[in-house]
């Protein structure tokens, strides 16, 4: 017990001396376990960003209520830092709210942003501005969105803010409020002064094999540049998801698992060429679990591989982690999913 006391000491001293990042992103690999990681070593011409990295840990990702998490817990841990219920939102066993980074951190005067490739309202962007209790509670979290005070978002979901059972007009909100709201494109110059909010398909944006572009490793790009010039040296906090790669798993597609991890790590390459160039930002890259139980097994002849999808379900193996920056190396070893989140609040002194 002493020598356990004592460890910890030591610990938390080691976190105040660490030097506290000015700003984090955290990419979300929704569903990508090491296969899928993996995948990138054997499917791209060159190194994968993921290379790049020196900082690596393991995350252990069951709910409270499940072993096999689903994206909403998942997402509650890393948003919230507590286990919660498969299915619960930015809410604790009981259902009572708990408060996410994003918000302790705008309330400290960062800038915050958010992306995704499905609506804007699912679960893992959800977990970190909304608290309801059910992730299909998809028209309140929109409600809670238009009023978060979020700086940029782009992603899906643009029914459940116009086409709602209430009536009401989240998007007529968002106007009002000052925000540049588009539901067409998000490539034109973001201005540090304003807010935006795009919502770029009805439910969900088409995945890269049916034709999306390179709106995620672009649009991430972006907003950094954005946030950068809009936070002036306060900070920000940007959550980018590569969303489709669950969905490979859940169709047992391996051709839209290599493609949308493809565009993850080039996502990745963004974050980290502006990380390295601005020596303040912490770069954190992980999943909330692993989708489809992939196997990369010996293929046809002796020098080919073959992708196999096990399940159609999340499965629970742990999953990796990947940090670099200021305080990179406080995240290495194996812990928790909603330790990540304590790890990076003690960090940034919250
Ligand atoms: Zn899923």
């Given at each position: 017990m002493k020598l356990f006391s004592t460890a910890l000491l030591i610990c938390t001293a080691l976190m105040a001396f660490a030097q506290k990042p000015q700003n984090v992103i955290l990419l979300i690999g929704d569903g990508m376990g090491l296969s899928q990681v993996s995948t990138t070593f054997y499917y791209k011409d060159s190194d994968p960003h993921f290379k790049r990295f020196r900082h690596i840990g393991l995350v252990k990702t069951s709910s409270a209520s499940n072993k096999v998490t689903d994206s909403a817990a998942g997402a509650t841990a890393y948003a919230s830092g507590i286990k919660t219920y498969n299915r619960a939102i930015g809410v604790d066993m009981d259902t009572m709210p708990v408060p996410t980074i994003m918000e302790e951190l705008k309330e400290k005067g960062y800038c915050t942003g958010l992306i995704a490739?499905?609506?804007?309202?699912?679960a893992t962007p959800g977990c970190f501005y909304a608290h309801v209790?059910?992730?299909?509670?998809h028209e309140e979290i929109a409600r809670q969105l238009s009023l978060a005070g979020v700086d940029f978002f782009a992603g899906a979901g643009t029914r459940y803010f116009t086409k709602r059972a209430d009536e009401q007009n989240s998007y007529a909100v968002m106007q009002k409020n000052g925000y540049v709201m588009d539901?067409?494109?998000?490539?034109k110059p973001l201005e540090a002064h304003k807010k935006y909010g795009f919502l770029l398909a009805d439910v969900e944006m088409p995945s890269k094999n049916n034709g999306r572009d390179d709106f995620l490793p672009r649009t991430t790009k972006a907003v950094i540049d954005y946030l950068d010039q809009r936070s002036n040296g306060k900070g920000f906090f940007l959550m980018s998801e590569g969303s489709y790669i669950d969905w490979a798993g859940h169709s047992k597609d391996v051709e839209m698992l290599i493609a949308e991890q493809l565009d993850f790590d080039e996502t990745i390459g963004a974050a980290l060429d502006f990380a390295e160039k601005d020596g303040n930002t912490l770069v954190i890259v992980t999943a909330d679990h692993e989708t489809g139980g992939l196997s990369l097994e010996k293929g046809a002849n002796k020098d080919t591989i073959q992708l196999t999808f096990k399940t159609d379900q999340h499965t629970t193996p742990l999953v990796p982690v990947f940090v670099f920056g200021p305080g990179a190396e406080n995240f290495t070893g194996i812990y928790e999913n909603n330790e990540l989140q304590l790890k990076l609040k003690a960090l940034l002194g919250l």
């Open positions: 490739l499905c609506s804007i309202t699912h209790k059910d992730r299909d509670e539901t067409i494109q998000s490539n």
